[in-house]
Every structure is written in C-alpha cells, then in structure tokens.
C-alpha cells in the first residue's frame, strides 16, 4: 500500500477473468475484462448490457464480494482509499486476494465500499433508521454523529414524513417513516433506503445494482441526482458505479459507460466498450427541489470526507448542516 | 472495536425481539426439552427430601448413642471433651446419665410434690430440647425443665421454683438434702404420667456425687458416714509346718492372679519383732500379692481375708498387709503397723502378746506399743491433717509365747531359736530408735490411701472417706451436625471401640435411593441434553438458512465472520438463557400445582400429592444446561453461516 496525495483514479481493474460454475447446467460461465477498466475520482459509470452478460458478477469482483477465480491472470487491480489526513492510500488488491487477506477486504467494504443491490435487502428486524445506521454502527461512528447523518439522509431521500391512509382511504396524519420497521415500506420507500444506508457511511465506492427499477422516473431521477451529487460532487472523493439497463438513465447521469455483451457461441460475457459520457443532468452544485419532500431542499454534502472524520470531530454539526439548506 | 462488538450484540436482541414469532418458536422448543429435566431434579430432591425429613423431625435423626462395652474409650468428663473436639461434626455430645429425685412446690399454702421424678442430664444447645423449642439450662445454672405431667401435678409454671429432694443411705442412715432449682421450661411429654426432667449435667453430677455419699461443698451437703474401703498390697497367709497350704489352695490363689512367695525367712518388717522368737520353727508364712498390687495404690486388694481364708483347704490364718509407716510423734520416730486379725485365732499365741494385734471390729483410730501409754497422740499425715490416736500399752509375753509355740511345733524349737537370735538383736536395736505402734490394719489401708490420694479424710464425721472422681457414664448421646454426618460419625466411634447405636442404616438407605436416583437422572439428562443439543441445531441451521439474505447484507456491509459466528452463537445462548426462564416459571407453577393437597375439592380426591423441589443447584444446572444446549448446537449452523459467500447468501436467501 502506498500513499498517494492525489489519485486520478479510485479503481483499476486490467485482465479479469472470472468463471462461475452453474451446478444446475453443469456449464461455466466467463466474465473477461481485457481492456483497462479505470474509474476516476467524483465519476460515475454505468454498466450497461444485455441480461445474462456478466454485468453483476463484475459488480460483485469490484465491490469485493467475491474473490477473482484466475487470480495470477489479473495484471491489474488497484483501489485508492483515502486517509483522514486527506492523504491516500493505495491496495493492491491482486496481492490481497492472492494472500487471501480475508480481513483487509471486510474492511474496505465496511469503510470504503457502499452498496445498494437490485431489491434493497434491509435487515428486517430493524427500522428504516436503524438500517441506514448500519454501517454507521459497523463502523463504529458515535451516537450523536450517527443520528444526525440519518437525519441528513432521511431528508436527503424523501423519507422524514409522509402521510398514511386508512382501508377506506382516509388519511391518518404523518407517518414517522424512520421509526417504521422495513416490512411496513412501500417498494419505493424500500429502494430509497437502501440507497439512504449505501451512502452512509461515505463510501469511496458506491456499487448500485439495478437501484431505481421500484421507483417510478421521477423518483428515480431524484434519487440518482442525490446519489451523483453525494459521490461525484466537487468537493467528492468518491464515484458511483451503477448497473443499469436505462441507457436514457446511463446517458442522464453517468460520465462513463461500459458495455457488456454475450460472446456469441461462448459461454463468455466481456466488456466491449469503455466510452466516455457528459451527462445531461443538471449541474449538482445548485439546489435541487427535493419533489418527494418539498420542504426540502438539497445542496450537495460540502464536505464528503472519509468515515473517520464523523468521529473525529472534523465534521461540526453546523458543517453538516450547512450541506443542507432547508427552503 | 468494542463499539462494533457491541453493536453485534445490539443487533442480536433486536433480532431476539423484534422477531419474537421466531424466537418464541425457539424459546418453547428448548424449554420443552429443560421442563421434564428440572422436574425430574425437582422430583428427585423432593423425593429424597421427604425421606430425610422424617428423620430430621425426629429426635433419634441426628442422634448417636454409644457406649464403651468395655472396648472404648473410658467415659468421663475428658473422655467426652476429647470426642467433642477430635470426632469430625459433632455438634454436643451429652452423658445419658439419670438420677430419681422427689419434686416439690408450695402453692398458695398447698405441699404439692412428685416422690419420684427421673432427672437427665441436658448441655445447652440440647437438639433434643431445641426440637421441641426449648433451651436447655446454661452450664452452673440452677435451672430445670419439667415435663408437663410434672408440671401439671406441682402446678408449676415457668419461672417458679421447685425444690429437688435428694435421698441417699437406708434405714436409720437414710439422709437428704433438697435444692431449689428455677423452672425454664416445660417439655411436652407423650403421657402425663411421665415424671420427667431435665437438669444441666454439672447439676446432676453434683446431685449424683450427694447421692453416691460424697461431699459436695458447692451445695454444703456433708459427706455420708461410710468409710471408704480399706484396700492392702498383700496378704499375709500363716499356716503351720503340718497343715501347709494345698496344692488346690495354690491353684485357686494362682487362678486369681496371686502370686506367691514363702516369707518365712524374711517376714515383711517390722513383723519379726512383733511375733515370737522362734516363729520361724513353728510357722510357715506366704506373702500372696498381685503384680500391681503392691506398686499400685489404684490396683490394692479388697478381698475380706476371712473370704479367702474360707476358700483354702489349709487351717490358715491370712492378715491384710499394708507396708509400715513411719511417724512422726512428739518429736520421736515411731512405725505405724497395721494388724488385724479374727477375735479368736491361734495365731495370737504366736505374738508377743496375743493383744497386739486388733480384730476388725475395733476402732480404727486407736494404736497399741509394748513401751508407750496410755497416752492420746496425733498422727501428722501431711502438714493439714493430723490423726487422734489413743495409745494403749501392751506386755511382752515372750515366755508364754515361747511356751504356746513350743508346745504347737516344740520340734523345731531349737533350731527356730537359733535362727531368731540374729534378728531379734537386730530388733533390740531398732527398738531403741524406733518405737512400733500397732494399729487397726484398716486404719493403715487408709492412711495409705490417703498419701496416695485416693481418699480424704472428713473431720466432721472423723473418717477417710472416698474422694470424688470424675462421674463415669455408662453411655451418651452424640448430635452430629446433620443427619448426612452421622454415618461418618458412627465409623469414627467404631473405630474406637465404641458399641454405636443410631440411624445410620436408614441414612445410608436415603443416600443409596439419592445416589441411584441422582445416577437415573445424570442418564436422562444426558440423553436428554444431548436430543436437546441435536434439536438446537437442526432448528437453528433451519433458521439461519432463512436468514441467509440478513447475514448476506451484514457481510456485504462489511461484517466480520468472527462477527456473525458470535453474534449466531450469542443469539441461541440468549433463547437458551429466555428457555431455561420459561421452563423454571412452568416448573415452579407445576410444582406447586404437584405438593397441592386437594382437601377441600372432593372431586380432586384423585390428585396425588408430589413434593417437589425445585433446589438453586438443579436450577442453575438445568439453566446452564439450556444455554450450553443451544451454545454447541449453534455451532455448526454459525460455522456455516460465517462461511457464506455474501453475495450469493443475498441472491439464494432472496429466494427462500
């Protein structure tokens, strides 16, 4: 591990070839990356491709969930953290697979990695704010720091409020939605969650899996503008790495996008095209009407720093307020 | 680190909680397998309780009662100090020693008495009294407590007085002393007839010692008017040339551990100056001692001579012996000899002078000398005690003497003549230093008794008299501290030589059906910890199968797998901790439903009535036993769940 001041790029990944053995057909399915996969910091990157092509499995070797199968094949595989002294730090994560640094890698997920997969998957026994403080607590973050920081979040993603409704259709009053148990979530309340809880704890990393396909557009795109703004913001020192099979979505938000296809007669799925991309959205730094909570509105977080400054008292509550201006 | 340790454990009672269908599923399952062992502890403690409390209740349950049977160790007031410290958990050990005594009370102007009550001794802390609420008298307390027939004929109460009539002697000798002792209590006793009491053991040895004659000067009772028994170191057997004693007068002196020696050459001093010159010629004299006898003042010989002289064939004269002793008497050296001899015998022809000797009627406190007198002298025995002697003077009849003897064996005349002439001028000598004064022999008996301290002298009624030993009891009763102890207690006493009579057999039946039924359930628990163990983990490897998606999220946010496996393992303990509560909430309620007597329900009459008991140790046991249960068999599921893969835990536990 080395320490670099100013990385260009938060991961690297050159010569992957993961195989995954389907007891059921008894075949072995490739995924290759031969062409160099970077991905800068304050990026976000869509994957993009057909089902079936490998694009999750990818997602899971980059987020760390899985160990590569070849992993002497790899000539590549780097990932930049950063200090709390705003230094950095560089693992080679070839060398930690190859020695099978079990506890190396449950760190960089819990500290560096955030990730929000296909259906959410909230820990049930918990409510909505005691799952987005999971990796708060994971990582030890005080009480206080915690609460505000879900706060912030449950602004942030609509969820403070909302209104409840009878069997007859009358309303009820406000509904705490933080101190629901997640059984009690609509599906979209569900997804924004999960996006709530990934982000967090400030990841450097934000792997998203299919995170909008419960939300209708509008939700979605409020979602993914926070999401962007939270990871690729100026004073940002993260990326967001997003699959998806929206192209409309890729091009809206995502500076990058890598494709994925099946090779055709090969059990293979391989990146095919890195291209880069400007998206469409809107610039992040200015605020941006929260529609799912209209009294809110959002400024990107000002100081993204690495989950240690939460304890370390770098981060005043006024700082952490200042990210958010309410109308 | 602690922090995410302790959010792990958070996150476990959440899970424990919020999810309670499961939980509770788990809890009943566990406590279902806790439930029958904790019974089954309970039922086996009250079983076995029951059996122990009908000896508990009862007086005899801690109770040993042992005696030497001539094996053991004497029992007297050391001999039972030495077994209350040496025996192992011995609470009181108490002499089972009685006394008959008369009880009386003057109630309003009216005699009210009990002419014959038996008195027991007691020891404070009695577990005989305490059993029935009562405190025995402390030690030196005049104190009583009186069974309630007692009670209800002095017309008694507690904290009245009753005086205790003592009686000794028989006849015109008859005599008594009476005391008042204080009421502390009144024992209920199984028949009003029982005249009964108890008195602290100092009492009743005092009261004991008046009763056996002695003095007791803490109470001022005098001493009774019998002399203590005269005890010798040898007998003098005299027999003549012609009628010697037989071969069967041997056997029969032999057979009662005499030994005999001839001292016809050598009489025992200062005899030879006493008997006539030539006695040698015309008398044959044994000396018949024991071993001890002579060396012993505890092993001297009380036989009546005139007893053993009537056993023996030979026409024999035998003399109680004790050595001479020497005095000082008006600044002159005398030497005191005892000699006692029948009224009417031959051998006083064989004398000095046939009045010499005493016969055994005479008073003791008399003496008699060929040169002095008549005269009252005292005898200085020690520097306290001086004994009043009436000296009376007696002639030498040597010539009638000479003549008796003569014409019994004139034989052997010349040559006893011959043989005496040394000693008697060695006697001419000795008399003219040492005056010898002859006294009744039972009056040396005693005067040696005395310097040997085996009996005192009592100025008040002018004779020696016994001195008091240490009461020996014939038996005693032993509490030992519980009814547990008292089989070790028994072995302890046996070892001594001790005959032991208590409940040993009944205690050891209770500790075998203790033993067999703790053996019983030490199986079943086993088997039964070990179906639980199994259940566990069946159950638990079930339920973390559908928790794969929860512990996919935990690992895909970073959670350890030390972290899982604890946090899993941790769980099952704490459902083990929730079961063991459950299965003692439903043990205690059966439990008591079980030892509920159904009196007033006549349509329950059916119901058996259990005891159970349900005991801290077999708690602990059964509740530690449930969480070991679920901590070994969450195990193998926290091992597996440690190991899942977590995305795949994700994906495969999405569609569970």
Same mark, same amino acid.
């Given at each position: 591990?080395?320490?670099?001041?100013?990385?260009?790029?938060?991961? =690297?990944?050159?010569?992957?070839e993961?195989?995954?053995?389907?007891?059921?057909?008894?075949?072995?399915?490739?995924?290759?990356?031969?062409?160099?996969?970077?991905?800068?910091?304050?990026?976000?990157?869509?994957?993009?491709?057909?089902s079936?092509?490998?694009? *999750?499995?990818?997602?899971?070797?980059? @987020?760390?969930?899985?160990?590569?199968?070849?992993?002497?094949?790899?000539?590549?595989?780097?990932?930049?953290?950063?200090?709390?002294d705003g230094? +950095?730090?560089?693992?080679?994560?070839r060398?930690v +697979?190859?020695?099978?640094?079990?506890?190396?890698?449950?760190?960089?997920?819990?500290e560096?990695?955030?990730?929000?997969?296909?259906?959410g998957?909230?820990?049930?026994?918990l409510t909505?704010?005691?799952?987005?403080?999971?990796?708060?607590?994971?990582?030890?973050?005080?009480?206080?720091?915690c609460?505000?920081?879900?706060?912030?979040?449950?602004?942030?993603?609509?969820?403070? $409020?909302s =209104?409840?409704? &009878?069997?007859?259709?009358?309303?009820?009053?406000?509904?705490?939605?933080?101190?629901?148990?997640?059984?009690?979530?609509?599906?979209?309340?569900?997804?924004?969650?999960?996006?709530?809880?990934?982000?967090?704890?400030r990841?450097?990393?934000?792997?998203?899996?299919?995170p909008?396909?419960?939300?209708?557009r509008?939700?979605?795109?409020?979602?993914?503008?926070?999401?962007r703004?939270?990871?690729?913001?100026?004073?940002?020192h993260?990326?967001?790495?997003?699959?998806?099979?929206?192209?409309?979505?890729?091009?809206?938000?995502?500076?990058?996008?890598?494709?994925?296809?099946?090779?055709?007669?090969?059990?293979?799925?391989?990146?095919?095209?890195i291209?880069?991309?400007?998206?469409?959205?809107?610039?992040?730094?200015?605020?941006?009407?929260n529609? &799912?909570?209209?009294?809110?509105?959002?400024?990107?977080?000002?100081e993204?720093?690495?989950?240690?400054?939460?304890?370390?008292?770098?981060?005043?509550?006024?700082?952490?307020?200042?990210?958010?201006?309410?109308? | #680190?602690?922090?995410?340790?302790?959010?792990?454990?958070?996150?476990g009672?959440?899970?424990?909680?919020?999810?309670?269908?499961? *939980?509770?599923?788990?809890?009943?399952?566990?406590?279902?397998i806790?439930?029958?062992?904790?019974?089954?502890?309970?039922?086996?403690?009250?079983?076995?309780?029951t059996?122990?409390? $009908?000896?508990i209740?009862?007086?005899?349950?801690r109770?040993?009662?042992? +005696?030497?049977?001539?094996?053991?160790?004497?029992?007297d007031?050391?001999?039972?100090?030495?077994?209350?410290?040496e025996?192992?958990?011995? $609470?009181?050990?108490?002499?089972?020693?009685?006394?008959?005594?008369?009880?009386?009370?003057?109630?309003?102007? =009216?005699?009210?008495?009990?002419?014959a009550?038996?008195?027991?001794?007691?020891?404070?802390?009695?577990?005989?009294?305490?059993?029935?609420?009562?405190?025995?008298?402390?030690?030196?307390?005049?104190?009583?407590?009186?069974?309630?027939?007692?009670?209800?004929?002095?017309?008694a109460?507690?904290?009245?007085?009753?005086?205790?009539?003592?009686t000794?002697?028989?006849?015109?000798?008859?005599?008594?002393? !009476?005391?008042?002792?204080?009421?502390v209590?009144?024992?209920?006793t199984?028949?009003?007839?029982?005249?009964?009491?108890?008195?602290?053991?100092?009492?009743?040895?005092q009261?004991?010692?008046?009763?056996? @004659?002695?003095?007791?000067?803490?109470?001022?009772?005098?001493?009774a008017?019998?002399?203590?028994?005269?005890?010798y170191s040898?007998?003098?057997?005299?027999?003549?040339?012609?009628?010697?004693?037989?071969?069967?007068?041997?056997?029969?002196?032999?057979?009662?551990?005499?030994?005999?020696?001839?001292? *016809?050459?050598?009489?025992?001093?200062?005899?030879?100056?006493?008997?006539?010159?030539?006695?040698?010629?015309?008398?044959?004299?044994?000396e018949?001692?024991?071993?001890?006898?002579?060396?012993?003042?505890?092993?001297?010989?009380?036989?009546?001579?005139?007893?053993?002289?009537?056993?023996?064939?030979?026409?024999?004269?035998?003399?109680p012996?004790?050595?001479?002793?020497?005095?000082?008497?008006?600044?002159?050296?005398?030497? #005191?000899?005892?000699?006692?001899?029948?009224?009417?015998?031959?051998?006083?022809?064989?004398?000095?002078?046939?009045?010499?000797?005493?016969d055994?009627?005479?008073?003791?406190?008399?003496?008699?000398?060929?040169?002095?007198?008549?005269?009252?002298?005292?005898?200085?025995?020690?520097?306290?005690?001086?004994?009043?002697?009436?000296?009376?003077?007696?002639?030498?009849?040597?010539? $009638?003497?000479?003549?008796?003897?003569? %014409?019994?064996n004139?034989?052997? !005349?010349t040559?006893?003549?011959?043989?005496?002439?040394?000693?008697?001028?060695t006697?001419?000598?000795e %008399?003219?230093?040492?005056?010898?004064?002859?006294?009744?022999?039972?009056?040396?008996?005693w005067?040696s &008794?005395?310097?040997?301290g085996?009996?005192?002298?009592?100025?008040?009624?002018?004779?020696?008299?016994?001195?008091?030993?240490?009461?020996?009891?014939?038996?005693?009763?032993?509490?030992?501290?519980?009814?547990?102890?008292?089989?070790?207690?028994v072995r302890?006493?046996? =070892?001594?030589?001790?005959?032991?009579?208590?409940?040993?057999?009944?205690?050891?039946?209770?500790?075998?059906?203790?033993?067999?039924?703790?053996?019983?359930?030490?199986?079943?628990?086993l088997?039964?910890?070990?179906?639980?163990?199994?259940?566990?983990?069946?159950?638990?490897?079930?339920?973390t199968?559908?928790?794969?998606?929860?512990?996919?999220?935990?690992r895909?946010?970073?959670m350890?797998r030390?972290?899982?496996?604890?946090?899993?393992?941790?769980?099952?303990?704490?459902?083990?901790?929730?079961?063991?509560?459950?299965?003692?909430?439903c043990?205690?309620?059966?439990?008591?439903?079980?030892?509920?007597p159904?009196?007033?329900?006549?349509?329950?009459?059916?119901?058996?009535?259990?005891?159970?008991?349900?005991?801290?140790?077999?708690?602990?046991?059964?509740?530690?036993?449930?969480?070991?249960?679920?901590?070994f068999?969450?195990i193998?599921?926290?091992?597996?769940?440690?190991?899942?893969?977590?995305?795949?835990?994700?994906?495969?536990?999405?569609f569970?």
């Amino acid at each position: 591990m080395n320490a670099d001041p100013s990385p260009q790029f938060l991961l =690297e990944l050159e010569g992957l070839e993961q195989r995954l053995f389907d007891a059921a057909s008894g075949e072995t399915f490739t995924v290759r990356v031969d062409m160099p996969l970077r991905i800068a910091c304050r990026s976000s990157v869509a994957l993009l491709g057909p089902s079936g092509c490998g694009k *999750t499995t990818l997602l899971t070797v980059l @987020g760390l969930l899985r160990s590569p199968t070849s992993v002497e094949r790899i000539q590549r595989f780097l990932m930049r953290t950063p200090l709390g002294d705003g230094n +950095w730090i560089e693992h080679d994560l070839r060398d930690v +697979w190859q020695r099978r640094r079990r506890r190396h890698v449950e760190r960089l997920r819990r500290e560096h990695l955030g990730f929000a997969l296909q259906s959410g998957e909230l820990l049930p026994a918990l409510t909505v704010r005691e799952n987005i403080a999971a990796p708060l607590r994971l990582n030890s973050v005080s009480g206080n720091a915690c609460r505000q920081r879900v706060n912030e979040l449950l602004q942030s993603f609509g969820l403070e $409020d909302s =209104e409840s409704f &009878s069997n007859n259709g009358s309303k009820n009053g406000p509904r705490r939605l933080g101190d629901q148990r997640v059984n009690r979530l609509s599906g979209g309340e569900y997804q924004r969650v999960a996006l709530a809880r990934a982000v967090a704890h400030r990841p450097t990393l934000l792997f998203v899996d299919e995170p909008t396909s419960a939300l209708n557009r509008e939700l979605a795109h409020d979602a993914l503008r926070q999401l962007r703004s939270l990871q690729c913001g100026p004073q940002s020192h993260g990326a967001l790495v997003m699959i998806t099979h929206d192209e409309n979505l890729a091009t809206t938000f995502c500076d990058v996008i890598i494709r994925m296809a099946p090779r055709r007669g090969e059990p293979v799925g391989e990146v095919v095209e890195i291209s880069p991309n400007t998206p469409t959205v809107e610039p992040a730094l200015l605020p941006e009407v929260n529609h &799912s909570s209209p009294a809110v509105v959002t400024l990107p977080v000002q100081e993204l720093a690495p989950i240690e400054s939460l304890n370390a008292g770098s981060l005043t509550p006024d700082q952490i307020a200042m990210a958010e201006v309410k109308a | #680190m602690i922090g995410r340790w302790w959010y792990y454990f958070g996150l476990g009672c959440r899970d424990l909680i919020r999810l309670w269908s499961t *939980t509770q599923h788990h809890v009943i399952i566990v406590a279902g397998i806790c439930l029958p062992i904790m019974m089954l502890l309970g039922l086996k403690r009250g079983h076995v309780e029951t059996l122990r409390q $009908d000896l508990i209740t009862s007086p005899t349950g801690r109770q040993i009662t042992f +005696w030497s049977a001539r094996k053991g160790e004497l029992l007297d007031r050391n001999g039972i100090e030495r077994l209350t410290s040496e025996l192992p958990t011995v $609470d009181v050990i108490i002499p089972e020693t009685q006394r008959i005594a008369g009880l009386r009370t003057l109630v309003d102007g =009216e005699l009210r008495e009990v002419e014959a009550a038996t008195l027991y001794a007691t020891r404070p802390g009695d577990p005989l009294l305490l059993q029935l609420g009562l405190q025995a008298p402390e030690r030196g307390m005049r104190g009583i407590i009186i069974g309630e027939g007692v009670a209800q004929r002095l017309s008694a109460r507690v904290g009245q007085s009753v005086e205790v009539i003592l009686t000794r002697g028989r006849g015109d000798l008859a005599e008594s002393a !009476k005391v008042d002792l204080n009421v502390v209590g009144i024992m209920p006793t199984e028949e009003l007839a029982a005249a009964i009491a108890y008195v602290d053991l100092d009492l009743l040895d005092q009261f004991d010692a008046y009763v056996r @004659g002695f003095r007791v000067p803490e109470f001022g009772w005098a001493s009774a008017k019998s002399p203590a028994p005269d005890a010798y170191s040898s007998y003098l057997i005299f027999c003549e040339p012609g009628n010697d004693l037989t071969e069967g007068d041997r056997r029969f002196l032999a057979d009662r551990g005499f030994q005999l020696s001839n001292r *016809t050459a050598s009489p025992p001093e200062p005899l030879s100056r006493l008997l006539i010159e030539n006695f040698a010629e015309k008398l044959i004299l044994y000396e018949a001692r024991t071993e001890r006898s002579e060396l012993d003042p505890r092993a001297r010989l009380r036989l009546a001579p005139s007893e053993l002289s009537e056993a023996t064939e030979a026409d024999d004269v035998i003399l109680p012996w004790n050595r001479s002793q020497s005095a000082s008497v008006s600044g002159e050296q005398w030497q #005191m000899v005892g000699l006692s001899l029948p009224r009417r015998t031959w051998l006083r022809e064989y004398f000095i002078n046939a009045d010499l000797a005493f016969d055994y009627e005479a008073d003791p406190f008399q003496g008699r000398a060929t040169s002095k007198g008549p005269m009252s002298v005292q005898w200085p025995l020690n520097d306290a005690l001086k004994v009043n002697l009436s000296i009376e003077p007696v002639k030498q009849q040597e010539s $009638d003497a000479s003549q008796t003897s003569s %014409s019994v064996n004139s034989d052997s !005349k010349t040559d006893a003549s011959e043989a005496n002439a040394k000693s008697n001028s060695t006697a001419t000598v000795e %008399s003219e230093e040492t005056a010898i004064v002859v006294v009744p022999a039972n009056l040396l008996a005693w005067v040696s &008794s005395y310097s040997a301290g085996l009996v005192e002298y009592d100025a008040d009624i002018r004779l020696f008299v016994p001195k008091l030993e240490s009461a020996i009891y014939d038996r005693a009763r032993l509490y030992a501290r519980t009814i547990d102890e008292v089989p070790t207690v028994v072995r302890a006493l046996a =070892e001594r030589q001790f005959a032991v009579m208590s409940e040993t057999g009944r205690i050891t039946e209770i500790h075998r059906q203790d033993e067999s039924l703790q053996l019983l359930v030490l199986v079943v628990g086993l088997g039964v910890f070990l179906f639980g163990v199994v259940t566990v983990f069946s159950v638990l490897m079930d339920s973390t199968d559908r928790k794969r998606a929860t512990i996919g999220i935990l690992r895909v946010m970073g959670m350890s797998r030390a972290g899982i496996f604890a946090s899993i393992l941790l769980r099952a303990t704490a459902i083990g901790a929730a079961a063991a509560l459950l299965s003692l909430l439903c043990g205690w309620g059966l439990s008591q439903a079980l030892a509920w007597p159904p009196r007033d329900f006549s349509w329950l009459q059916w119901k058996p009535v259990v005891a159970v008991q349900l005991h801290e140790m077999d708690l602990s046991i059964v509740a530690t036993g449930a969480m070991l249960c679920c901590g070994f068999g969450a195990i193998p599921p926290a091992w597996r769940a440690s190991r899942l893969d977590p995305f795949d835990a994700i994906v495969e536990g999405r569609f569970r």
